[in-house]
Each structure stands twice: as C-alpha cells, then as structure tokens.
C-alpha cells in the first residue's frame, strides 16, 4: 500500500479524500457579520443569512459566535439556505424580547460540492 505525505508548507491540489468518505474539495474560514433583528421572548427565535462565495448545498458548514449578542440569545443551528448564502438561527432564552446588535461570527467551511 503507497501513502503520499503532505508536508507543512505545501498545497493540496484537487480534492482529498480520507478514508473512504466524501471527497474535500476545499476548507476554508472567515468572519461575517449576522444580524438577527429582534427576538421575542422566552423561546422566541430569529433567521438571519449570510454570504460565503461558494458555499453549496451539501457542503458542511460551521458557525461560531465570536462577538457579544447578548446573554439571552444563543446561536441554534447553521445550514445552507441556497449557494452563496448561509443562515443561521437564533433563539432568545430570556423573559423579556431583545434585538441584539450585528455580531461577527467566524465560520469553517467545507467544500463538498
């Protein structure tokens, strides 16, 4: 059985497959800016979308707050609504409705498609 190593520094070309599983065609991350708008209370939930060029059903995408919204709301679920365009929910676990602000969000994206 031949194995091919991937050394620090170099570039995959062309899609990877380990395993067996399906074929990576490209992981990529970044930031983008989500904006709920306003929540009702207790339970209450929002959708907000976002642009990733590229991005496919199929694909695997991931979502991370890493700016403040807020101590009541939390990030629910992340899919991919259409190509080029994420959405992400939001759910408000506080008594009262809140409207948080636009947050950054980082994302990991991987290129199944």
Partial sequence: MAFNRVTKGNALTGAINVGGGANVK???????AIDFGALPASGGTGSATFTITGVASGDVLVVNQS??????VCLSHVGISAANTGVAWAVNVGGASVNPASAAYTYLWVDLT
Avoid at 26 to 32: E, H, L, P, R
Avoid at 67 to 72: E, K
């Fill in 26 to 32: 490209k992981i990529a991350t970044g930031s983008v």
């Fill in 67 to 72: 700016g403040s919204v807020g101590s009541s």
